[in-house]
Nanobody, 127 residues
Framework: QVQLVESGGGSVQAGGSLRLSCAAS????????MAWFRQAPGKEREGIAA????????YYSDSVKGRFTISQDNAKNILYLQMNSLKPEDTAMYYC????????????????????WGQGTQVTVSS
């Protein structure tokens, strides 16, 4: 089972930017789809961005669409999440995960394939 390590989080002011990274323990070409999730205290974990690693379509939740961009560097086995125009409501622990490609689609829930969540990386946005 692939091991994932998130990094790049931090504390920023509203309107700022951050780029999160997710390093995989094996070549990402062996994995078709991945996504970024986040969870704030007292709230459910939600999928916010997903991508077909082979260069297919990307999907975003309404809350981040237009502000976040998911991408990858397959040669380095790294998944990225560029976050711009950050808002206080973006404050959460962010995780990356392998997801089922068959569940991806506009407005559809992103479903993790495994339950091997890593440590995540904390993002805190102040007003």
């Amino acid at each position: 089972q692939v091991q994932l390590v998130e990094s790049g989080g931090g504390s920023v002011q509203a309107g700022g930017s951050l780029r999160l990274s997710c390093a995989a323990s094996e070549p990402t070409y062996s994995i078709y789809c991945m996504a970024w999730f986040r969870q704030a205290p007292g709230k459910e974990r939600e999928g916010i961005a997903a991508v077909y690693l082979g260069g297919g379509p990307t999907y975003y939740s309404d809350s981040v669409k237009g502000r976040f961009t998911i991408s990858q560097d397959n040669a380095k086995n790294i998944l990225y999440l560029q976050m711009n125009s950050l808002k206080p409501e973006d404050t959460a622990m962010y995780y990356c995960a392998v997801v089922r490609c068959s569940n991806l689609g506009e407005g559809r829930e992103m479903v993790p394939r495994y339950n091997n969540w890593g440590q995540g990386t904390q993002v805190t946005v102040s007003s």
